[in-house]
Every structure is written in structure tokens, then in C-alpha cells.
């Protein structure tokens, strides 16, 4: 049994910092690549950053420059350092890991979302 398990979300003014973290529980070895997602009411899921095991990253353009991702592969945690915070920003957070059970396939996990809140 796995779970991605978020903190660090809240209320912050816009050009605040907010630190987010995912912690896996279970039986984990290691997962390869993390990251996390975001979903504003009314729109679709979509990208913030993502991490490899091998710590490249990618971060959406959106956010570039503001945020920046990180983990510890031993502990199989991962942090989203968000900083300059704009309204826009806004969104339910979602911690996303992939696991690899084979060279053919992946099992993915989702935390249950944590709330992230920029005001003007």
C-alpha cells in the first residue's frame, strides 16, 4: 500500500512564498520520476514540475523562475519551493509519483490534493 501524503498548502498574499511537501508512505523502494500537478475550479489538471530520479527537471513556463522542485530519493520525498506567488497561482496542488513494476510498465500515484490560495 502506497500513499503520497501533501502539506505545506494555505493562504498567502500575492508575491508571498509558500513551501509545499509530498511524503510517500507504504512500501516504497523508490519511485523515479515526481512531480506536481494543479487544478484551478473549472479548468483541466494540468503540469507545474516534474523531477527524475536522476534530479532533471522540467517546470512549466508558467512558473519558471518562481518555483523550484527538489527531493530527496533516499526518504522518496519531494518539495515545490513557490515563490513570488501570483493569484493566478491558485489551485488545488496535487503530488504525482510513477513507480516502474517492469520494463513494460508504470504504476502512478496521486496524493489527495492540497489547497494553495493567492490573494491580491
Known amino acids: 500500500q502506497v500513499q503520497l501524503v501533501e502539506s505545506g498548502g494555505g493562504l498567502v498574499q500575492a508575491g508571498g512564498s509558500l513551501r509545499l511537501s509530498c511524503a510517500a508512505s507504504?512500501?516504497?523502494?523508490?519511485?523515479?520520476?515526481m512531480g506536481w500537478y494543479r487544478q484551478a475550479p473549472g479548468e483541466q489538471r494540468e503540469l507545474v514540475a516534474v523531477i527524475t530520479a536522476g534530479g532533471s527537471t522540467n517546470h512549466a513556463e508558467s512558473v519558471k523562475g518562481r518555483f523550484t522542485l527538489s527531493r530527496d530519493n533516499a526518504k522518496n520525498t519531494m518539495s515545490l519551493q513557490m515563490n513570488s506567488l501570483k493569484p493566478e497561482d491558485t489551485a488545488v496542488y496535487y503530488c504525482y509519483a510513477e513507480l516502474p513494476t517492469s520494463s513494460w510498465s508504470i504504476r502512478r500515484y496521486w496524493g489527495q490534493g492540497t489547497q494553495v490560495t493567492v490573494s491580491s
Open positions: 507504504g512500501s516504497i523502494f523508490s519511485f523515479n520520476t
